[in-house]
């Protein structure tokens, strides 16, 4: 009975929830010719490593404990930590709660949506990889180890990125998510290598005692590296390139993971780096250089969806748009934005999973992701509609879906920063925050116009719904969307403020490990106070910002009558049709809908045609001049 309380112990059940889904790979990798075989381990796998991590959610979560896990020797001669530690604080497992749950409606998704490609057993073994690597990183206490999962999980997905490797530009699309993902982790390991070589530890809460007072051009330097290698993972801009490359050419399973869950291990990085080990979040330049790239990555990536003719890219734009809204909320450094970002992290992940999804449903019944191929499905698959539409009101940010309460909180987390500070910029940000969210709604009405309603194509006549399974995944989503968004203060207390408090404790994170964390830096977030998502006159107040962003947005996209009568005589898509015997609906494709605020921004759209080439080469450079700027910061302002 001692042992069995012993294996039941909850604190043994981090390394549980990483190695049943190691586990569950290699046990597919030998024993899955069956196919009955390898669906029953991978579902256990998947449901096991949920149940692990909803486990740990009243101890940790609720009751603040910090799990301390040894595999190893702790403290050799000298008192440095040499043993891989697993630590488990309530951010950490925040988001090991949203790997778990991605990843268990994904592989509920694969069942059915994986029948018709050959090769099942690889795919299912590199699935579970994958997801192990990542739940691996985020429940690291070592850093050498996150370095390791992130190999992991990088190789997982170039492999997953050409599964389908007879899709045009699959392979590709894995070569160049291999080069800049090589490099992205490349940097981690000679940021971890300088770090190991000032302090002779690897251990997270140790190094969090000992480097901000080895403050030196080598450690500016690793916050360099690291600070860049995470990006990658995040497909922060300039690394957005790959997302869309990534997920056009993954299976949408996949793209599940890449974007709910592969995303957020960056941006969990991240909070690491900059929180904890170099506790650096208390310089203003620092909270610049997050709100600055979050703030881009919002902006470029929103309008590089609408030039999109591609669903899945078009998707997966819009995913880092919407991770912008999450770096630029952490980087804030308040306990409000820090809550804001977390919230929106949650919603990112159901709403793009169920976005995702449901273009993977297309994909399956139609064998097309063409926006200009599409057309009038709600006929066919209505059920598949209503669950994309759940998700892409939630992402546009409309009431009462889940988009609109985490935004909400980020409008005014930014309007409170730019209040305290004096600083009028983070005014700026609450503005591009809002003219986003109405480019994203924008965007989300051509998608629905070019894919579910409109005419249906001959050649889809027919085009059936899909499987139960299917949609019993794409539903859990669509509820969970719908539930976060209806109730808010449950989501913040029991998810988001405990979390967002664990980010501004790292003394307790320190010296759960046994270390002195008496010198760690005290940042003070202030209030997790929220006026509320409901309250009349916030509604005032983020109707009135909303008109004058929609305003931005109207004036941007002002029709050239002279051209647009030019054009109409050229093309016959764009004559109205008043009479005659035939009557027939026209399409919306790809191009059309808000053709205007294209052509007066046509300038930006070339710019940035020219610029996202699609040549690896030119995204290699990006990367090395982003880590030469990045460097060049840090060395100036840490």
């Known amino acids: 009975m001692n042992m069995l309380g012993n294996i039941l112990n909850y604190q043994h059940f981090p390394i549980y929830a990483i190695m049943v889904l190691f586990l569950g790979s290699f046990l597919i990798a030998a024993f899955g010719e069956n196919r009955a075989v390898r669906n029953v381990l991978a579902l256990l796998s998947i449901t096991a490593a949920l149940g692990f991590a909803v486990a740990l959610v009243k101890p940790v979560l609720l009751e603040g404990e910090i799990i301390s896990y040894w595999m190893g020797a702790r403290e050799p001669a000298g008192g440095y930590a040499i043993?891989?530690?697993?630590?488990?604080?309530?951010?950490?497992?925040?988001?090991?709660?949203?790997?778990?749950?991605?990843?268990?409606?994904?592989?509920?998704?694969?069942?059915?949506?994986?029948?018709?490609?050959?090769?099942?057993?690889?795919?299912?073994?590199?699935?579970?990889?994958?997801?192990?690597?990542?739940?691996?990183?985020?429940?690291?206490?070592?850093?050498?180890?996150?370095?390791?999962?992130?190999?992991?999980?990088?190789?997982?997905?170039?492999?997953?990125?050409?599964?389908?490797?007879?899709?045009?530009?699959?392979?590709?699309?894995?070569?160049?998510?291999?080069?800049?993902?090589?490099?992205?982790?490349?940097?981690?390991?000679?940021?971890?290598?300088?770090?190991?070589?000032?302090?002779?530890?690897?251990?997270?809460?140790?190094?969090?005692?000992l480097v901000p007072g080895e403050v030196n051009t080598a450690t500016k330097l690793a916050f360099a590296l690291l600070f860049v290698g995470f990006g990658t993972k995040a497909f922060i801009v300039p690394f957005h390139p790959l997302a869309a490359d990534a997920h056009g050419a993954a299976p949408a399973s996949i793209s599940v993971i890449i974007s709910g869950v592969l995303t957020k291990s960056g941006i969990y990085g991240i909070i690491r780096i900059t929180y904890f080990l170099f506790q650096s979040m208390g310089l203003g330049t620092v909270q610049f250089l997050l709100v600055f790239i979050g703030s881009l990555s919002m902006f470029v990536c929103v309008t590089m969806a609408l030039a999109q003719h591609d669903f899945k890219r078009l998707l997966a734009f819009h995913s880092i748009s919407q991770i912008g809204y999450?770096?630029?909320?952490?980087?804030?450094?308040?306990?409000?934005?820090?809550?804001?970002?977390?919230?929106?992290?949650?919603?990112?992940?159901?709403?793009?999973?169920?976005?995702?999804?449901?273009?993977?449903?297309?994909?399956?019944?139609?064998?097309?992701?063409?926006?200009?191929?599409?057309?009038?499905?709600?006929k066919k698959m209505p059920h598949t509609t209503v669950l994309f539409l759940i998700g892409a009101f939630s992402i546009s940010g409309v009431p009462p879906f889940n988009g609109f309460a985490s935004k909400w909180m980020i409008y005014q987390a930014s309007y409170q920063k730019a209040v305290e500070s004096g600083n009028i910029g983070f005014l700026l940000v609450t503005i591009i925050a809002l003219v986003t969210s109405v480019l994203t709604l924008a965007s989300f009405v051509k998608v629905s116009h070019s894919v579910f309603f409109g005419q249906l194509p001959p050649e889809l006549e027919n085009v059936r719904e899909?499987?139960?399974?299917?949609?019993?995944?794409?539903?859990?989503?669509?509820?969970?969307?719908?539930?976060?968004?209806?109730?808010?203060?449950?989501?913040?207390?029991?998810?988001?403020?405990?979390?967002?408090a664990a980010v501004f404790s790292v003394k307790p994170y320190i010296e759960a490990m046994g270390f002195d964390g008496s010198a760690a830096a005290a940042l003070e977030g202030?209030?997790?106070?929220?006026?509320?998502?409901?309250?009349?006159?916030?509604?005032?107040?983020?109707?009135?910002?909303?008109?004058?962003?929609?305003?931005?947005?109207?004036?941007?996209?002002?029709?050239?009558?002279?051209?647009?009568?030019?054009?109409?005589t050229v093309e016959d898509k764009y004559q109205l049709f008043y009479g005659g015997e035939k009557q027939e609906l026209s399409q919306l494709g790809g191009d059309d809908l808000f053709w205007g605020f294209k052509h007066n921004w046509r300038a930006y759209f070339n710019y940035m045609h020219r610029l996202h080439s699609g040549i690896v080469n030119d995204y290699a450079l990006w990367a090395v001049v982003d880590l030469a700027l990045v460097t060049l910061f840090s060395l100036i302002v840490l």
């Open 83 to 209: 043993g891989i530690a697993l630590e488990v604080d309530a951010l950490s497992l925040f988001f090991a709660l949203l790997v778990a749950t991605a990843v268990f409606v994904s592989g509920v998704y694969s069942i059915q949506y994986m029948n018709r490609d050959h090769n099942e057993k690889e795919y299912y073994t590199l699935y579970l990889l994958l997801c192990g690597g990542v739940m691996g990183m985020v429940l690291s206490g070592d850093l050498f180890n996150m370095f390791i999962m992130v190999e992991i999980l990088t190789f997982a997905a170039v492999a997953l990125t050409a599964f389908r490797n007879t899709v045009r530009g699959a392979v590709e699309a894995a070569f160049k998510y291999l080069v800049v993902g090589c490099m992205g982790s490349t940097c981690i390991l000679v940021g971890t290598a300088i770090l190991y070589a000032q302090t002779h530890t690897l251990n997270l809460a140790q190094l969090a005692q």
């Open 326 to 378: 999450v770096l630029t909320a952490v980087g804030l450094c308040t306990a409000l934005g820090v809550s804001a970002g977390l919230y929106h992290a949650i919603n990112h992940t159901l709403f793009k999973g169920l976005l995702f999804l449901a273009a993977g449903a297309v994909l399956h019944e139609t064998g097309t992701t063409d926006l200009n191929k599409l057309g009038g499905l709600a």
């Open 466 to 500: 899909v499987s139960w399974g299917m949609r019993f995944a794409m539903g859990i989503f669509a509820l969970l969307c719908i539930i976060t968004g209806l109730f808010p203060n449950l989501v913040t207390a029991y998810l988001t403020e405990p979390a967002a």
């Open 526 to 568: 202030g209030s997790f106070q929220c006026v509320g998502a409901w309250d009349p006159v916030s509604w005032l107040l983020v109707l009135c910002i909303a008109l004058l962003a929609i305003t931005i947005v109207a004036v941007a996209g002002k029709y050239d009558n002279v051209s647009r009568c030019r054009l109409s």
